[in-house]
């Protein structure tokens, strides 16, 4: 069953603004200001304003006097949507290829079978929050069976991620406002004025007498919130993405079929590309059904193609994956991510042979969910900071490590406690405990003293690790280190690590 993700930007203004003004100081209150006529009131204030008393709603001249330093901006409603636009095509480039614009402050998307790629629901939604906190974005991202649950949850629970499992839609949203149902704001207000404060409410109330003075709206946002109504995802376009589509007057859904037809698509898009130098990194298959629904399927390339045969066989690979219904009405390939792409000479007699490319068996790695990347060094004395993932095809890193004592074979991203027993301040540990079996150390080599990186954190500024390679009684050798010099507390806490395995 499709699942849907509806991200929630509480603070795109402020955040919009704070963006466009890097210069702008970290702790500046920013408050936005609407007005209508002679009337000006705060529409949105970052977390530094509502601290100090601004709230939405509050008369500019209020909030003024309340906080001097809050800096006031007029709002602009297009360049809000404008942003949440742009977040919106980044979005589709990086999560889904169905995702669309939920204004006036957020976003919903598709991720049927994306969340396998990225280990699980929860902690797919905790990296789209972490990966737009990184970009100074606030969010709230919720996951449920439908878009209207998954929007509501998203806007209602003061959680940074919220997971509806799936068959519990009910029970999450029937205490939840009436007004997170998409309705307009006059039937909300008229359903407050007869009583109603919650969904469960409204879904409890019998259709008729609601359809009669409301309308259809009340009970089809009903129908949509709890699935008895398909409300399918429009995904976004844009003039720059290269799409090519066929509509079907009879409905197809043999397996067939359909790959005949993706391969005819295949042969369009690289026309296309072809006409405007371009290779392609990243493609959507949309296939949308007689029912109203839309299944889609990604396949993406380490590098940019335009190879007929490539791309075709990614699809096909995957094509199994459709589940037809009662018929697909529409197919359409598009190009989401695509780059310049120079025509090559191939291998011949009066050229030296080309060295084996890999590149298709990294495409078939990731097109099955499995990452794919390369390790390459970085500039640092912390030993956890000196290597980063790169792309698989990525250029080369002319960087390299200098250090005159050897490094594990296997380091731990993150090191493990273990207890010891050393004489301080440089002898290396007698015996060491880690992960409940106890080490007696037969010969060990140390100290290397790292310094911290006071120049990135100040909370390094005297800090030091004291490594050992150590081995015990049977040839196993460890890197541990002691946090700390030994003799001052403010370098450490004097705890002992595992920090890596020798071979």
């Known amino acids: 069953m499709p699942r849907v993700v509806s991200i929630f930007f509480p603070d795109l203004p402020t955040d919009r603004i704070r963006r466009a003004d890097p210069a702008m100081p970290v702790d500046q209150a920013i408050a936005v200001i609407s007005k209508s006529g002679s009337k000006r009131w705060v529409s949105a204030a970052d977390p530094a304003a509502r601290n100090a008393g601004v709230h939405l709603g509050m008369p500019a001249a209020k909030a003024q006097a309340l906080f001097q330093g809050l800096r006031m901006i007029d709002a602009d409603a297009a360049a809000d949507a404008a942003a949440l636009e742009r977040i919106t095509m980044w979005a589709l480039s990086q999560y889904s290829p169905i995702v669309a614009v939920d204004p006036p402050d957020g976003i919903v998307m598709d991720t049927e079978g994306a969340d396998h790629l990225q280990g699980g629901e929860e902690r797919m939604l905790t990296s789209i929050a972490n990966r737009f906190r990184a970009k100074g974005l606030t969010t709230r991202v919720a996951i449920a069976d439908t878009w209207g649950a998954a929007h509501a949850c998203a806007r209602a629970i003061n959680r940074e991620t919220v997971v509806v499992r799936s068959g519990e839609t009910i029970r999450a949203v029937e205490r939840l406002p009436i007004s997170l149902l998409r309705l307009p704001e006059k039937i909300v207000s008229d359903l407050r004025t007869l009583g109603f404060r919650v969904i469960g409410e409204l879904s409890a109330t019998a259709r ?296």
């Open 208 to 503: 008729a007498p609601l359809a009669l003075r409301f309308g259809p709206e009340v009970g089809r946002r009903l129908d949509q919130m709890f699935g008895r109504v398909c409300e399918p995802i429009d995904p976004i376009r844009s003039p720059e993405l290269i799409e090519v589509s066929r509509a079907f007057a009879e409905p197809i859904g043999a397996a067939e079929t359909i790959n005949k037809y993706v391969g005819r698509l295949v042969v369009q898009l690289v026309a296309e590309l072809q006409r405007k130098g371009l290779g392609v990194r990243r493609t959507d298959l949309i296939v949308e059904k007689v029912d109203g629904t839309r299944q889609a399927i990604r396949a993406g390339t380490a590098k940019p193609v335009r190879d007929v045969a490539w791309l075709t066989k990614l699809f096909r690979d995957r094509t199994e994956k459709i589940e037809p219904g009662f018929g697909i009405e529409k197919l359409t390939l598009v190009a989401v991510m695509s780059e310049p792409l120079e025509e090559k000479q191939t291998a011949s007699s009066l050229v030296d042979d080309e060295d084996a490319d890999i590149t298709p068996l990294i495409d078939v790695f990731g097109n099955r969910g499995q990452r794919v990347y390369r390790v390459a060094p970085v500039a640092s004395d912390v030993p956890e900071r000196s290597v980063q993932r790169i792309a698989a095809v990525g250029e080369e890193v002319t960087e390299g490590w200098v250090h005159h004592w050897r490094r594990p074979v296997r380091l731990f991203a993150r090191p493990d406690p273990i207890e010891a027993i050393a004489l301080l301040p440089d002898h290396p540990p007698a015996i060491i405990t880690w992960r409940g079996k106890r080490h007696r150390v037969k010969r060990a080599d140390g100290p290397e003293r790292v310094f911290g990186e006071w120049w990135k954190r100040d909370s390094e500024f005297e800090a030091v690790r004291d490594y050992f390679v150590i081995e015990n009684e049977s040839g196993e050798r460890y890197w541990i280190f002691r946090s700390g010099d030994g003799i001052d507390p403010e370098t450490g806490s004097h705890k002992w690590f595992m920090h890596g395995i020798f071979g």
